[in-house]
């Protein structure tokens, strides 16, 4: 019978080495999650921040009723809250169209002189800042409507998300190998049917992430709308009037001299992100219901 | 009912590069014809080129003639679809759908073709797994668990039963085995004994062996070129060429 030889134990390596390399190992461990807490303390702590100062000015009034004229107290932001919505749904009508289709674009056919345009210009355009865009929608909509409107709000945020989507869903595609494809093909599925529920399908989830950061980011913005959706103290349901939109009133109600209107500010900034939150998380689990158990 | 397939004086290229030269061979109806030869000799091109997919890469190119059941497949004003559902195939990597359940996957042929009967797709979903050799392993949770769950081996018996269920008369098979563990490529080589009864299959191959195991006739690729094309017992005992011979007894390649 061989001689039983005894395996060399762990604890026998256990050399300088090792212990330089457990070290390099523990070190790196708390660096990447100090990293995250970094990352994570300003987001708390600006909500934490809202919630303290917008939650006193949270009641029933402030989400059911209309500004009061200047002096009196009380009153709400509910036809901001409506008049965002709209406005939103405007501009999510026209930019995730458009991104998408120009994501798949680039994404499908994208290897010629005009696609490299369309990419370099979806960049510049993901570069300019907002108030130029309101600028821009302003002569181009309110000047030709003679009016400021909801409508008009609608197309400078619209603008605004084309390009993000754009840039993600082209990503997201390229992403889908492209056996996947030829697998469509080879079934004698036609190529804009393969694109449409194959290729996009398999990306859905990523595309829908670059939509919703496209969303929460112009869901904030407040320079379009000055010169586009304008505000307004009233009830107004009409897109082609001036309409009001939480950012705007935000603004206004933020540099007014009124202690009042300054708390109702801090509730409108508390309102709009729980509103971007909900309507982020609320297409997170509607999406996440069509697919199948299982898939990555 | 399988069709013969013919292939005459075909010619392929990527770019300005040529990789087949004046391809012509025959394709028995209800035959396994395999195809060998050392990577990069142009096999898994030319079966590309028997459905039309080669010309889907950028800058690729075919000329020459490729008659399924008599008809051109490079006629005039015919369409690339029709051919692909006539030809079907079944690739080297296992490739599901991944976001979609494996009923979705088999079904996606027909279904993203316009076909609405659910009670004739739930038939044949069944019907081309059962060829495939996979509905007892999964008939409990078809329509729930996504094909991309599956290992490996399954995958490619899903991949072959989402070929047959648009009812094509080819199968083309791109070294469908080279993914594969030994008793999964056993699996898919009885798959191909059973399927020869109803399709007409070709299959490329880089193991020799298979290629003895399942196909009726075989041909030999180098370069670009086709060597010999004969029945297979003769292409492995007794090749007219010395390179094929080199090849088979593993003196180079």
């Known amino acids: 019978m061989p001689e039983n030889r005894s395996q060399p134990s762990l604890a026998s390596s256990r050399g300088l080495r090792y212990w330089w390399r457990l070290l390099v190992d523990r070190l790196a461990t708390v660096i990447t999650v100090l990293c995250a807490i970094l990352v994570l303390t300003p987001l708390v702590a600006i909500f934490a921040y809202l919630v303290y100062r917008g939650v006193g000015a949270l009641n029933w009034a402030f989400l059911t009723q209309t500004p009061k004229p200047v002096g009196e107290l009380g009153g709400g932001m509910a036809n901001a809250m409506v008049g965002s919505a709209i406005i939103l749904g405007i501009a999510s009508l026209i930019g995730v169209p458009l991104g998408i289709g120009s994501g798949i674009f680039l994404a499908e056919h994208g290897n010629h002189r005009f696609a490299q345009l369309v990419r370099f210009t979806a960049d510049v355009l993901n570069g300019v800042p907002s108030i130029v865009t309101g600028i821009a929608v302003y002569s181009l909509v309110v000047l030709q409507q003679k009016h400021f409107s909801g409508f008009a709000g609608g197309v400078a945020l619209g603008i605004m998300m084309v390009p993000t989507i754009t840039r993600t869903t082209e990503e997201m595609l390229l992403m889908v190998p492209n056996v996947v494809r030829e697998a469509s093909l080879g079934l004698g599925i036609p190529r804009w049917r393969t694109t449409i529920s194959v290729v996009l399908r398999t990306a859905t989830s990523g595309v829908i992430t670059g939509i919703m950061l496209a969303f929460a980011r112009v869901a904030g913005e407040t320079a379009p709308l000055l010169f586009t959706a304008f505000g307004n103290q009233f009830w107004s349901l009409k897109l082609n009037q001036p309409m009001a939109a939480l950012p705007l009133q935000i603004y206004v109600y933020a540099i007014s001299p009124f202690d009042d209107w300054h708390r109702q500010a801090w509730a409108g900034a508390l309102v709009l992100i729980l509103l971007i939150v909900g309507a982020v998380a609320a297409v997170r689990v509607a999406t996440s219901r069509g697919m199948v158990r299982g898939a990555a | ?253």
Not at chain 2, 138 to 165: E, M, P
């Open chain 2, 1 to 253: 009912m399988g069709v013969g397939m013919e292939a005459r004086d075909l010619n392929a290229w990527f770019g300005p590069a040529q990789v087949l030269h004046g391809i012509s061979m025959d394709m028995a109806a209800n035959q396994v014809t395999a195809i060998i030869g050392p990577s990069g000799c142009g096999k898994s091109t030319f079966i590309r080129c028997l459905n039309r997919l080669h010309e889907t890469v950028p800058g690729a190119r075919v000329e020459g003639k490729v008659k399924v059941g008599g008809s051109d497949i490079y006629g005039r004003s015919v369409p690339a679809v029709e051919v692909r559902r006539r030809v079907g195939m079944v690739f080297q990597k296992p490739n599901p759908f991944p976001t979609m359940s494996i009923y979705d996957n088999v079904a996606a042929g027909l279904k993203l073709n316009g076909f609405r009967n659910r009670r004739e797709l739930d038939q044949i979903v069944e019907r081309s797994l059962c060829q495939a050799a996979l509905w007892d392993e999964v008939k409990d949770q078809v329509k729930k668990k996504s094909g991309a769950s599956l290992s490996g081996g399954q995958q490619q018996r899903l991949c072959i039963a989402r070929a047959l269920a648009v009812a094509p008369e080819v199968l083309l098979m791109d070294e469908p085995c080279s993914a594969l563990d030994p008793i999964s490529t056993s699996k898919i080589e009885e798959l191909v004994f059973e399927l020869k009864k109803d399709y007409t299959v070709v299959i490329v191959t880089h193991n020799m062996q298979q290629a003895s195991r399942v196909a009726d006739f075989t041909g030999f690729f180098l370069l670009g070129y086709m060597v010999e094309f004969d029945r297979t017992e003769r292409v492995f005992t007794n090749p007219a060429d010395k390179r094929t011979e080199d090849y088979v007894t593993g003196r180079f390649g």
